[in-house]
C-alpha cells in the first residue's frame, strides 16, 4: 500500500467517524445495554466517504438484525434443549447465509442477518436464559449505532464543508449478484454451515471464550475464493493485533472520567479510520483494528475498570479467523478430476 492511499484520506471524515462512534457509545450508555461495543462497531462499519452508499449500508445493516432478530429467536425456541437439532440450524442458517451473501445484490444485509441469528441461537447454547434479553437490547444496540452515524454525516458533512452527493465509488445495493459454478455453490454451502457449527464444538470442548465474537469473526472473513479468504483472515489477525495492543494500552489508562475516556476513543477511531477509510491493499487491517480497540475500550456502561473481558473478546476473534484458514487449507478446484491439495501452512 502506498502512502499516498492513506493521506488521500480527507481528515473531515476521520473527524465524522469519530464523532459517529463516541455518540453511538453515549446511546448505549444511556439505554444500558449489554454488549454496548456492538453499537460503537455499527457506527464504524457503516462510516464511509460515500454518504449514500453508508446511508444504504445502514438501511441494510438494521434490516438484517430484524431478520436475523426473529429467525434466531424462532429457531432457538424451537430447538432449545436439543443439541443435535441446534447443529443442524447453526449448519443451515451458516451454509444459506454465506451462499445468499454471493448470489443477492443485497449481501450485507444477508451477513448481519445469519450473524444476529447465529448470535441468538449461541447464546441459547451457552447461556439459554439470557437470549431474550440480549435480543431485545441487539436491537437497541444496532440501530443506536445506526443512527449516530446517519446523524453525525448528516449534520457535520455541510459544517465541514462536505458534499453529500454520491461518488463514483460503486454502490453497495448496485453491485449485480455473482454467478457461481456448482462447484462454487457447493462449497459456499459446505463451509458456511460447518464453521459455525465447528467453532461452536471447538469452543465447548476447549472452554475457549467469547465463543459469539469467534462465530462472527469467522462468519464475516469467509470468501467464495481461497486466497482472497486467506489474506482477509491474515489481514484481521494482523488488524486484531494491532487494534487489541493499542486498545488494552488505551484501557489502561482509561480512568472513570467520562471526559478522558471520551478523549481515548475520540483519538483512537480518527486514527484508525485513516486507515479504514481508505482504498488502499490494507485498509481491511484498518478496519479490524478498530473493531479490536472498540472491543478493549467499550466493556460496558461505563469506562472500562478491567481488561480481563477485554483480552477475552480480542482472543474469540483471532480464534475464529484461525479457524476459517484451516478450514480453507483444503482447496476446492473448479475441476473435479483435480486432486484437492492441502495449503494449510502453520507459520
Known sequence: MSADRIESVDLRHSLITAASCWLAAMFVFFFHCDNPWWGVISAWVISSTDFHQS????????AGTFAGYFVGLICASLTEGEPVWQALVLFLIGAIGMSMRFRSRFSYAWIIGSATALILIVLDLTDPGSIYE?????????????????????LLRPLLG??????????ISARAS???TPNELRMLIMVGGLVPVITTLLWSWLRLPSLVQAIVTALVTLDRNVANAQI???????????GGAIGLVAAEFATSSLFAWSVIIFGGIFLFSQLHLSTGRFSYVGTQAGVAFILAVVTGNNPPDTIGPVIGRIAGMTGGVLVVDQIFCFKVPTNPATIIRCKCRLD
Request: contains cysteine; aromatic residues 6%.
Open 162 to 171: 462536505l458534499s453529500s452527493r454520491a461518488s463514483e465509488t460503486e454502490s
Open 178 to 180: 455473482i454467478n457461481l
Open 232 to 242: 482477509r483472515a491474515t489481514q484481521r489477525i494482523l488488524g486484531c493485533l494491532l
Open 134 to 154: 440480549t435480543a431485545h437490547y441487539r436491537l437497541y444496540e444496532i440501530i443506536s449505532g445506526v443512527v449516530a452515524a446517519w446523524l453525525c454525516a448528516r
Open 55 to 62: 446511508s444504504l449500508k445502514a438501511m441494510m445493516r438494521v
